[in-house]
């Protein structure tokens, strides 16, 4: 899956993008694995 950021640049699609922001939002790991194993 791609994504388009706000700069219009394309990129690859990371969960792990996505488990870290979790994690810094205060979510603990498995929450946050969860989230980014369903996105």
Do not use: D, P, Y
Request: some cysteine.
């Amino acid at each position: 899956m791609w994504v388009t950021k706000v700069s219009g640049k394309k990129e690859k699609f990371q969960k792990e993008k996505i488990r870290k922001t979790c994690l810094r939002a205060g979510a603990n790991s498995k929450f946050a694995k969860e989230v980014a194993e369903k996105v």
